[in-house]
């Protein structure tokens, strides 16, 4: 029933309670261009979502303008998800926004054991003015740095709370603590889709980067075919571009399609099944990315 | 005009300081009209005297204050423990010593299973005792390669599958990397699943449903007999999902004439607001019926000592395991004793690391200055760690506690070679400290983790043994005269329900154990081996033979 169906990008929302993930969750909803996305929370807290997006709602499900939905999993994730891919509509992305003390980690192993899924990244919103305070915290302090040592993406969320020095050593402080992760500062969650999403754009989405605001930029590259395509991909990431994320199907010299998707550090290079039309989206700050020598 | 009757019995032990032992106790309508002689009973008026109790010992209907009746589901499965364990229908399975053992009685039971794709599912393994040598595929492939097979242990916390479970999980192949998932030296999971992650997916191919923590229709009816046969007459459920399902299928079966106990289900405050879970007691509490008391609330600070997930204080686990994991964050507690208290719904919260106590304790207080709540009798469950200080500090803040005295005997071994070491090991489930510092206390059995029994679990925090038979925490037993407190008013007590059952005087309910042997005048290190003739619930009488 499901043997065709591609892959279902996972993304895991943690941090810790007033973070900031609910914000987030409804940025990206707000901003979710076509795709279609469907949202997993513990339960709905006071405004799991925010009212202008609510089409119609019920105990466990809210439907939200442009087909994405939000439900509540209770305490039966895995359940949620298995019925999530039994049903009609599968979701071109899945985003699980965890509970304060869910290490995110664990849930992506889990997300794993299920066919039809793959995580797509593991990403930790922090407080810029209280997350150093709490990770002092005798009862939550090791959460916060386990949630953040596994992390693909740091969301600084408040950073307009903060001044320059702060951030600054707010930055060296995340260098440590979650190492190997992207770095993305913002204010009130608003981050790129594109930044955070593994799922890559159908033509009809457009493959120009669309960016809900100035802090990103991003290039879309149409590369001849590609000798080895797993190197291709390691070059990308390992010159020290700043590249926060890339996705997208290159081909092979064989005329092979590969799926591409880029986190950070960290890359996923498949053969794809399917012919998709060629061209990769690569995304990073703005001016802390150099995609020089990449440009068409 | 109802009817009166009157029994007589060897003794009757009442926990009524007053009249400790008494020789008859007056039955009408379902409560106690009087507990004395014979001759203090009769002004009462026209009565029948029945003496089937007359060589009987009669206490208060037993009182568990920490139980889950999915016991009464799991005995549909095979039993593979180590300890000798009466199912519902009282017989007896003798605990299963090896390896080969487990295998033999699997075949056996296979060998009955007509459809070949039904799961073959048994429970209550646990290794530890068998040098903890570790359950694989391997072993339940001698079974069966072709049916599904799953083994659940004794915790509840790990399942063992044969390859066959793990191939229709899709999780028989290379390249899983999951922590709750060991692989073999062929790179395919061993079979061995640790933590509810890693069990979720697989559980219904072996044949463990989605929702494990709650009991079916005839699981409850089974649970039902298992208090018979303990002397159970009120048991709590803690802690069910009470959906609005399971909430109409108790109501049925607790109202059934035949049904033998009080059932008291506490809600888990796991994937719920703190507001939606306080304003869905305060509407189902008036539906309580004389056996079925809704209305309370389960939070879950941490996981378990043993599973290396329960949350400890400095210098944390002996054997140098990370601190375990925060069930519920301390400030979703906080919002829920604040909620709690103001409501005036009761919470009673699952703590085993000495951190989670800590914590729940840092918590309540605060909210108890925002909400003064006189008699809100919050109760800590497990609370195994807990130090003097913490035990102080519950009898200031007017807390109750219910200790896990059977965990001592089971794995108290395990927590003193492991994961506590001696010190903390020989503190553990500290009923006399509890008792010392004036906080009402009760023990308990979490059956089905191990069996549904307070006179074992009497004994367990009278004598203190250890499986190995070593005696672990002397300066911790406790006299008989508190344990049989403790498994009767003291349990009604962290309930609320002190003023209706847990001893046996006038105006209470009818609930009585009835006991062959008297447990006050055997010696302490029997206790555990007293048998129940059956019990009394609201006047019914039922025989354990005759379930």
């Known amino acids: 029933m499901m043997q065709n169906r591609p892959s279902v990008p996972v993304t895991t929302i943690g941090g810790y309670l007033g973070s900031g993930k609910t914000t987030l969750v409804n940025h990206l909803l707000r901003n979710a261009n076509g795709r279609k996305l469907a949202v997993l929370v513990n339960e709905f807290g006071d405004l799991p979502i925010d009212e202008d997006l609510i089409e119609s709602q019920d105990e466990t499900l809210i439907s939200i303008a442009g087909g994405c939905i939000c439900c509540s999993f209770g305490n039966d994730l895995i359940g949620a998800l298995r019925d999530m891919l039994g049903g009609s509509t599968v979701p071109d ?204 | ?129 068998m040098d903890n040598r570790r359950v694989t595929r391997h072993d339940l492939d001698r079974v069966s390669t072709d049916r599904p097979i799953g083994a659940l242990h004794a915790s509840g916390h790990i399942l063992n599958v044969n390859s066959k479970g793990l191939e229709l999980a899709g999780l028989l192949r290379t390249g899983i990397n999951h922590p709750g998932i060991p692989l073999g030296a062929d790179g395919l999971p061993t079979g061995e699943l640790f933590g509810p992650d890693a069990m979720t997916p697989v559980g219904p191919h072996v044949g463990f449903e989605r929702s494990l923590t ?114 519920t964050a301390p400030d979703q507690m906080s919002d829920l004793y604040h909620r709690a208290l103001e409501a005036g719904v009761q919470v009673h919260t699952h703590t085993n690391g000495d951190q989670a106590t800590q914590m729940a304790l840092d918590m309540l207080e605060p909210a108890l200055r925002a909400h003064p709540s006189p008699d809100h009798r919050f109760t800590l469950q497990h609370c195994q760690l807990a130090d003097a200080a913490q035990f102080r500090k519950m009898a200031k803040l007017g807390m109750c506690v219910n200790l896990f005295a059977n965990h001592h005997f089971y794995w108290g071994d395990e927590h003193y070679r492991l994961t506590v070491g001696p010190e903390r090991a020989t503190r553990m489930n500290a009923c006399r400290t509890a008792l010392a510092s004036g906080v009402p206390m009760s023990i308990h059995s979490d059956a089905p983790v191990t069996p549904l029994g307070p006179l074992f679990t009497a004994w367990a925090a009278v004598n203190r043994i250890t499986a190995s038979g070593r005696v672990q925490g002397e300066g911790e037993k406790i006299a008989v005269a508190d344990a049989l407190h403790a498994i009767t008013l003291g349990a009604a007590y962290t309930l609320h329900m002190d003023a209706e059952v847990g001893s046996i005087e006038v105006g209470k309910r009818a609930d009585f154990a009835v006991l062959d042997t008297d447990p006050t005048a055997c010696d302490q290190s029997d206790l555990k081996d007293i048998s129940v003739w059956g019990t009394v619930q609201g006047g019914r009488i039922f025989a354990a033979t005759d379930l």
């Open chain 2, 214 to 327: 709650d009991c079916d229709e005839r699981g409850l009816r089974d649970y039902g007999k298992l208090c018979v046969r303990a002397g159970v007459t009120t048991c709590t459920d803690l802690a069910a999902q009470l959906t609005d399902d399971s909430v109409a299928m108790m109501l049925r079966v607790t109202g059934e004439e035949s049904f033998p106990a009080c059932i008291v289900p506490l809600k888990a405050f796991l994937g719920t607001t703190a507001k939606d879970i306080v304003d869905y007691m305060l509407a189902l509490k008036p539906k309580s019926t004389e056996r079925l008391r809704l209305g309370r609330i389960k939070a879950i600070a941490d996981g378990s000592i043993q599973g290396f997930s329960a949350r400890m204080r400095w210098p944390g686990y002996h054997n140098g395991a990370p601190n375990g994991l925060w069930y």
């Open chain 1, 93 to 296: 992305q899945i985003l699980i926004e965890t509970s304060g003390v869910a290490i995110p980690s664990a849930i992506v192993a889990t997300v794993a054991l299920l066919t039809g899924l793959h995580s797509d990244a593991s990403l930790v919103v922090v407080d810029a003015e209280t997350v150093r305070t709490a990770a002092r915290d005798d009862y939550i302090g090791d959460t916060i740095t386990r949630q953040l040592s596994d992390a693909d993406i740091v969301v600084v969320n408040k950073g307009d709370l903060v001044s320059d020095t702060a951030k600054q050593e707010l930055a060296d402080w995340l260098s440590d603590v979650a190492p190997g992760s992207v770095i993305l500062p913002t204010e009130f969650g608003r981050v790129a889709p594109d930044a955070i999403f593994g799922c890559v754009a159908e033509p009809s989405h457009g493959l120009t980067a669309h960016h809900s605001d100035a802090l990103f930029e991003s290039i879309t590259l149409h590369p001849d075919p590609i000798e080895d395509v797993p190197n291709y991909v390691h070059r990308l990431i390992t010159e020290n571009r700043g590249i926060v994320r890339a996705k997208g199907y290159v081909y092979d010299m064989m005329d092979q399609c590969w799926l591409i998707q880029v986190v950070g550090q960290r890359s996923n290079v498949t053969r794809s099944d399917q012919a998709k039309q060629n061209g990769l989206v690569c995304i990073g700050l703005r001016g802390r990315c150099d995609f020089s020598g990449l440009r068409p």
């Open chain 2, 1 to 129: 005009m109802s009817q009166t009757t009157i029994y007589s019995a060897k003794k009757i032990i009442t926990m009524n300081p007053n009249q400790p032992e008494v020789t008859h106790v007056a039955v009408r309508d379902g409560r106690i009209l009087g507990a004395g002689s014979l001759s203090d009973l009769e002004p009462w008026g026209a009565y029948t005297l029945d003496d089937r109790f007359a060589d009987k010992v009669l206490m208060p209907g037993f009182i568990e204050g920490h139980a889950h009746t999915m016991e009464g589901t799991l005995w549909r499965n095979v039993y593979v423990g180590w300890f000798d364990r009466m199912d519902p229908d009282g017989n007896i399975w003798q605990g299963v010593k090896s390896i080969d053992a487990i295998v033999a009685r699997l075949i056996e039971a296979e060998a009955k299973l007509a459809d070949p794709n039904t799961p073959l599912s048994a429970w209550s393994l646990d290794p530890i005792y």
